[in-house]
């Protein structure tokens, strides 16, 4: 094919293409441009089905990127609510037993000091305090702590 300009052969329709031609009028021009439309209408519908599959992978991943995002940021959160929820219990844990150790230390003294003198009515309110922590369970308070710890309706302030 022999060429005026000096550009490369692609940039020229294949033979079997219609050409347009350099010096034509407005209609022609416009009437041989739809020729090469139609003629490649099929290559020009498979390029718009491309880009529109790529357009919707591209909002697909965006939706992804959001929703690992999200759950990202769920887990932090969730992690950090269950060591709150760990330390908290610990804490009440070791508090509810080191008061327990306190209060029967000083009941097993007082007993100890009712035996001496023979306080009898000092022996029977120490053995029935003694009787009372004893018998009491600390792990029902801790179950009562987790379950309004566990309800977002329920003060934690008033327990």
């Known amino acids: 094919m022999n060429h005026e300009e000096n550009y490369p052969e692609e940039y020229y329709p294949a033979e079997n293409q219609p050409r347009v031609p350099e010096r034509v009028s407005g209609a022609e021009r416009t009437e041989n441009i739809l020729k090469l439309v139609q003629a490649n209408s099929a290559l020009i519908q498979q390029g718009l089905d491309v880009a529109s599959q790529i ?8 939706r992804l990127d959001a929703q690992v995002a ?4 769920w887990s932090q959160v969730e992690m950090a609510k269950t ?4 330390y908290a219990t610990r ?7 080191g008061e327990r150790e306190k209060a029967l230390s ?10 001496e003198s023979g306080d009898r009515e000092v ?13 009491s369970s600390p792990l029902e308070e801790i179950q009562e702590f987790n379950r309004r710890y566990n309800d977002p309706t329920a003060n934690l302030l008033d327990w």
């Open 55 to 62: 357009t919707e992978v591209y909002a697909e991943s965006q």
């Open 70 to 73: 999200m759950t990202e940021k």
């Open 83 to 86: 060591a709150a929820k760990f």
């Open 91 to 97: 804490e009440l844990i070791e508090r509810t037993f």
């Open 106 to 115: 000083a009941h097993y003294r007082a007993l100890d000091h009712a035996l």
């Open 123 to 135: 022996l029977l309110a120490a053995m029935q305090q003694i009787s009372n922590i004893v018998t």
